[in-house]
Every structure is written in C-alpha cells, then in structure tokens.
C-alpha cells in the first residue's frame, strides 16, 4: 500500500485559500539572553547565535488567513507569546474567529479532553496591523500571507530592517522557491530564513515540512526543528525544492492521472477507482485534483515548467512538466473543479 488511508484533508494542501478551497480544510516562537546576542550584533555562528536558537519564546505570524491564524493558535497554546500581525483589523478579527471556530470545532470532537483552551490560546495572543511593532521583539517570523513573491519579498524586506537581527524568519510558502523570497533580505538575515511549510488544517495536521535554503544556516533548520516540536508537530527537512517533498510527489501524481485521461487511457472515474482500491488510497487523483483546484494544479505545474524553461537544475524532467491540454481547457472553461462545481467530477455548490 503506497499510502494509509487519513483523513482527506492530510493529503491536501497548498497555496492560498482563494486557490484551495475551503473544502479542503473541511475534508483535512523575546529573547531575553537572546536580546544580548542581539545589541552585541555577533556573527550567526557563533555561540552565543546558536543560544538565542533555543530560546525562541516571542514569535510573529504574518497573516490572519487560514493558514496564519492555525499557526498563532497552535503556537500560543504551546505557551509561544505570539503576535498576529494582519493589514487590516477586519482581517484580525476574521483570524480571530477561524481560532474560535477551531477551538471549538475541536472540542466537540474530543468532548473529554478538548486539545485547545480558549483561555490559554488568547491569553498568549496579540493582534496588531503595525509590522514594524509586530516584530520588535521577535524571535522567530513566522509568514504566511497571499503567494504572491513580489508580495513576499516586499515584507520581507520591511521587517529585515526592523527585527532584531537574531530573529529567525520562515515562510509558510507552498508553491514558492524560499531562496527567491530571502533575496529581499540582507546576507545576515539569509543565513536565518528557512521555510517552516505547515498543512491544512494546522491545528490538526502533524506535518511540518522544515525547508533549507541554500543560505539557510544549519542551526537555523534546528531551530525550526526544535520550534515544530514544542508545537508537538512531526518535522522533516527537505531542501528548497519545488513542491518539497509532499507536493513534489503528489503533484505529479495528478498530473499523470490528468494525462492518462487525456490519452484516452482509462476514464477520470476508472483512474479513480483503480487507486482507491487497488494502492488503497482515500481519494483518486482526479479528485483530489478536482478538491485542490484544477487552477491551483495548473499554476503549479506552469510555474515548474518555467523552471525547466529556464534551465533551472531542479530535478524536474521535460515530460514531466509538458502541458496538458485537457488541464488547460478545463481550467479556461472555468471548470475548476469542487469550488466551481465541475472539474474532472461535479459537485453540488
Ligand atoms: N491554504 C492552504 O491549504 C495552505 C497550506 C499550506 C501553505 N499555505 C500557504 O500559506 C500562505 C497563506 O495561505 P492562506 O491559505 O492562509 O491564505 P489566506 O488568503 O487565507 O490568508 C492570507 C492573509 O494574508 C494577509 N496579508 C496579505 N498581505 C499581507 C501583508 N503584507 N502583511 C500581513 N498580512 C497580509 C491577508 O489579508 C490574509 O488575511 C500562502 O503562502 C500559502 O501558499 C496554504
């Protein structure tokens, strides 16, 4: 069996929520000795860095989304402090309310022991629209705003020049290269920015995917390493490949699918059924095309293309990435797939 059948969301993922559908969530770290290290500017290797790495207590999370408001909920109930940081209140009140809904979302599963305290949760919970106050004490940034890299690197550039220079910065980026996006910091900073790629839904999803940059310094990645498990998370390390590694497994996995179809193959229900009963896994790869958004699918896939396009030695081959037209067509027609109502399959709006 190539995989043990979990809840649906555990296989999906991905990119923002306007290019994932929220379907998808429904079916799946102020220094105290480290502000020393910070004043005295020392070299990131030594010591005296490697100590503020384990004492990452302050962490900032940029965005109140979906993503970004898991994070501050799990990060705050592990005792973080933890500052959410949005463009707007309304956006913070909305991050506040997708905690509230997790909580309790929760606790009805698990009436006995409910995992998440409300009380714990908020009491370690600041909001704020200012970025530059968001991240005065940080230790560890935390972003997972729109996948935008111009967006990304913007913000990423404005909170270099304003957190202290011990502060570690992550992305929560699903579809971006992490090195691309460090490109607005300074060399310092570069050493201390990995990907921290967490899943859909955060609260319950195990998985952390802790992504090293060619820059990215090694006790950065054990700093990452070591924050995902005071959040109780799994951790694994990847380099900064596209995809990582869940998506860089999965995706293609879709896209054969979508092409075995496109030859006339086998049908998208056939396909289907073949992987659900015969590799047991809990949904074909149609439809779990059809759950992540055939756009979704396809910007992906567009943008490896243009790695491969460009030369770009990362490990993707010409076939793999070659267009598929049935994807294209699909996707021009507005057949996006559950969020639009028709894909591969249709669905009840
Ligand atoms: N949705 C998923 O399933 C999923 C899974 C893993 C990773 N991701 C990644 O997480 C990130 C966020 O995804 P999401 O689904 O939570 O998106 P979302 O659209 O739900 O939330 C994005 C939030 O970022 C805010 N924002 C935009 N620009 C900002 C800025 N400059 N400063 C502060 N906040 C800003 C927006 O107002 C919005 O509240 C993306 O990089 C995405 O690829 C998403």
Redesign the pocket.
């Known amino acids: 069996m190539l995989m043990r059948p979990t809840p649906k969301s555990s296989i ?7 290019s ?1 559908p929220t379907t ?1 969530a429904a079916a799946r770290l102020a220094l105290t000795s480290g502000h020393l290290n910070r004043a005295a500017g020392s070299a990131f290797s030594t010591s005296a860095a490697s100590r503020n790495m384990q004492d990452i207590k302050n962490v900032t999370v ?7 408001a898991g994070i501050a909920q799990v990060a705050a109930h592990v005792g973080f402090k933890v500052t959410l ?4 209140d309304d ?1 913070l009140n ?2 506040k309310k997708i905690i509230e809904s997790s909580i309790q979302r929760l606790a009805k599963k698990s009436p006995g022991a409910p995992p998440f305290s409300s009380e714990i949760v908020f009491s370690n919970l600041n909001t704020t629209t200012d ?1 530059t106050r968001a991240v005065s004490e940080a230790d560890l940034v935390v972003e ?4 935008n890299l111009k ?1 990304k690197q913007d ?1 990423f550039k404005l909170l270099d020049g304003s957190a202290p220079r011990s502060c570690v910065f992550a992305t ?4 971006l290269s992490v090195r691309e996006i460090a490109e607005s910091c300074s060399d310092d900073r570069r050493k201390r920015f990995g990907g921290l ?4 839904p955060e609260p319950q999803m195990k998985l952390v995917e802790v992504v090293k940059a060619p820059e990215t310094a090694e006790e950065t990645v054990e700093a990452l390493l070591a924050v995902c498990k005071q959040m109780d998370k799994t951790a694994v390390r990847c380099t900064d490949t596209p995809g990582f590694i869940v998506n860089r497994l999965l995706v293609p996995y879709m896209f054969e699918a979508i092409k075995m179809v496109e030859r006339g193959d086998a049908s998208a229900a056939d396909v289907d059924v073949a992987m659900k009963l015969g590799a047991g896994h809990p949904m074909g790869p149609l439809q779990l095309a059809d759950f992540v958004g055939l756009d979704t699918c396809h910007h992906i896939m567009t943008g490896w293309r243009e790695k491969v396009e460009n030369g770009e030695d990362v490990g993707l081959s010409k076939d793999l990435v070659a267009e598929s037209k049935m994807l294209t067509d699909l996707v021009a027609a507005g057949k996006l797939g559950r969020k639009s109502g028709e894909g591969f399959f249709k669905y009840d709006k």
């Open positions: 999906l993922f991905l990119m923002t929520r306007s994932a998808i940029f965005g109140a989304g979906l993503m970004g940081c949005d463009v707007t956006a909305n991050g970025p997972a705003i729109v996948e967006v913000l929560n980026t699903s579809s790629h967490f899943f859909n």
